[in-house]
Nanobody
Framework: VQLQASGGGLVQTGGSLRLSCVAS????????MGWFRQAPGKEREFVAS????????YFGDSVKGRFTISADAAKNTVYLDMNSLKPEDTATYFC????????????????WGQGTQVTVSS
């Protein structure tokens, strides 16, 4: 499975961005997609995950209430809608695929996409 992420950019504090991740293979409802991020000098951090069916969503503590994850299985695309962005959200964001949403939350990833840079200016 190849994953292609896009949608990153520069945004001001309080702004919003939508990231997209297109999977090369047809999705099945019992596989999961997710997002991670990595800021310079920091470890990769779990952001969000859910199944293609849109069930079983998990979010990292730092993004709860601000980020949402959704999917369009017909387009093999997963979205990460990021609202109320803060400078500390600045990072490279990676999409990922795995066997389950909770396993993604635990960092168990079967496939990684390339990153897309998000920069939030103060």
């Amino acid at each position: 499975v190849q994953l292609q992420a896009s949608g990153g950019g520069l945004v001001q504090t309080g702004g919003s961005l939508r990231l997209s991740c297109v999977a090369s293979q047809r999705a099945s409802s019992n596989t999961a997609m997710g997002w991670f991020r990595q800021a310079p000098g920091k470890e990769r951090e779990f952001v969000a995950s859910h199944y293609w069916s849109s069930l079983g969503a998990y979010f990292g503590d730092s993004v709860k209430g601000r980020f949402t994850i959704s999917a369009d299985a017909a387009k093999n695309t997963v979205y990460l809608d990021m609202n109320s962005l803060k400078p500390e959200d600045t990072a490279t964001y990676f999409c990922a695929a795995g066997r389950s949403s909770v396993r993604l939350k635990q960092g168990v990833v079967d496939y990684w996409g390339q990153g897309t840079q998000v920069t939030v200016s103060s």
